[in-house]
């Protein structure tokens, strides 16, 4: 991990209302795509959701106030899809011009020469300094000093809450462990559903297993299973006990009947029924959890240990916007200038309004945000950041979500799914590797 990156881990976790930067207006970095020559763009991502996809194309008229000439064709697909649609696309010679990356994916098509190398146009367009300190060199990880994507925003996991079921029991937001595990026992006692889940996809299950790692184990363990360097005995034991931790909850009853039939995309809906005390969820679900009408709050995942010196949460950047490989050059200025429009402070605040966490310096202190937002904001505060485990290797999230079905079924026990874990993980790793 290089240095830039180490310093990310703390300072990304505190980007709040207050941030005051100095990003500049894309108006003053135009470039030469902003002459008369028509120019198409498509463009991809998986953010197909109402509120982001409504954001997303003010962001794009905001760009043709100064690139009237360029055409953005922006066509998401959904999470559940995309992967499998970008490696269609590249695989045929048909990949999109802009494609919104995750790790995963960015391995996925860097690893087939699909992307184009930007370092040079990153250093010459000021673009670190526009950026929280690490958040680009976060983004590029497993490219130490060359860079491929650019993000704009982070993606930290925190537990929503129906604050009207706290409220009727008597509770707080739990600050550890032990405190969590009593809040689920009575919530269950008192008839409400204490966590949802979905099952189909098993996400909050294993952003939970992903947390009590974080709490559990050291950096440099978890730092080695990320990158593909092995899997030490004590992240062995630590991962297995997490499991553990989440069958118990089975057992006791603390999801609903149902989760394994549930997609996760229905969460919020099971939600607003307003018999569900928390769901572990990322700050792009702010706008489905304020739709629900139900008084929510949210807090961050809680720790092992109350006296803990830090606090890790499932944090990282969200993605980065990345560049075929095969563009033209009239076209690559014209969509590096698009990645530039969401460094202008006007196109921050809309995604910062809209529930984003933005990784771009700007101040967001004249923002108008919801209460939740705040409560998200407040929940990170303090917190360090943390990898999506998931995205260690491509194909791993599979196999963990496949591993979590077959203990919901009692085809497995923690220990046996631990097994296949760290087989396919060692297999997945060689393949990464071209091995």
């Known amino acids: 991990m290089s240095k830039s990156k180490v310093l990310l881990l703390g300072s990304l976790s505190v980007l709040l209302v207050g941030l005051v930067g100095c990003a500049s207006n894309n108006a003053d970095n135009a470039g030469a795509s902003s002459g008369s020559d028509k120019i198409t763009l498509t463009v991809t991502s998986s953010m197909v959701d109402e509120a982001r996809v409504n954001t997303m194309n003010e962001t794009i008229k905001i ?27 590249f695989n045929s010679g048909a990949g999109q011009d802009i494609v919104y990356l995750d790790d995963t994916m960015q391995q996925m098509l860097q690893k087939n020469n699909y992307l184009m190398d930007i370092t040079d146009d990153v250093k010459s367009r000021g673009w670190i300094d526009k950026e929280v300190e690490g958040a680009i060199d976060f983004q590029n990880a497993r490219t130490p000093g060359k860079y491929y994507s650019i993000p704009y925003m982070a993606a930290p996991i925190v537990v929503y809450y129906n604050k009207d079921i706290f409220s009727k029991l008597n509770l707080t937001p739990p600050k550890t462990i032990d405190e969590f595990n009593s809040i689920l026992a009575k919530v269950k006692e008192a008839g409400y559903v204490p966590m949802e889940n979905g099952g189909m996809s098993n996400m909050p299950k294993m952003w939970s297993v992903f947390h009590m790692l974080y709490n559990q184990t050291s950096a440099d363990d978890i730092k080695k299973f990320y990158f593909q360097q092995g899997i030490t005995p004590e992240f062995e034991k630590t991962f297995t006990a997490a499991l553990n931790q989440v069958k118990e909850w089975e057992n006791n009853g603390y999801y609903r009947k149902e989760d ?9 809906t099971y939600y607003a029924k307003g018999q569900s005390a928390m769901v572990l969820g990322g700050n792009w679900d702010i706008p489905n959890y304020e739709g629900t009408n139900i008084p929510t709050g949210a807090f961050a995942f809680p720790q092992q240990d109350a006296n803990s010196q830090s606090h890790t949460i499932v944090n990282a950047t969200d993605g980065g916007w990345a560049l075929n490989a095969e563009l033209s050059a009239e076209k690559k200025q014209a969509a590096l200038d698009f990645i530039e429009t969401f460094m202008n402070p006007e196109v921050v605040k809309l995604w910062y309004e809209g529930g984003s966490t933005p990784t771009i310096k700007a101040d967001m202190s004249g923002a108008q945000v919801s209460d939740l937002k705040k ?17 260690a290797v491509p194909g791993l999230y ?21 097994d296949e874990i760290k087989q396919e993980y060692d297999k997945l790793s060689a393949i990464a590797k071209g091995q």
């Open 375 to 391: 409560e998200v904001d407040q929940a990170i505060q303090g917190t360090q950041m943390g990898f999506y485990l998931d995205n």
């Open 398 to 418: 599979d196999i963990l979500n496949k591993q979590m079905q077959m203990m919901s079924f009692q085809k497995n026990t923690p220990e046996k799914a631990w």
């Open 63 to 89: 760009f043709n106030q100064t690139h009237p000439n360029v055409t953005i064709q922006y066509s998401p697909s959904p999470w559940s899809e995309y992967a499998q649609n970008l490696k269609l696309a």
């Open 260 to 268: 394994a039939s549930i997609d996760g995309s229905a969460v919020p």
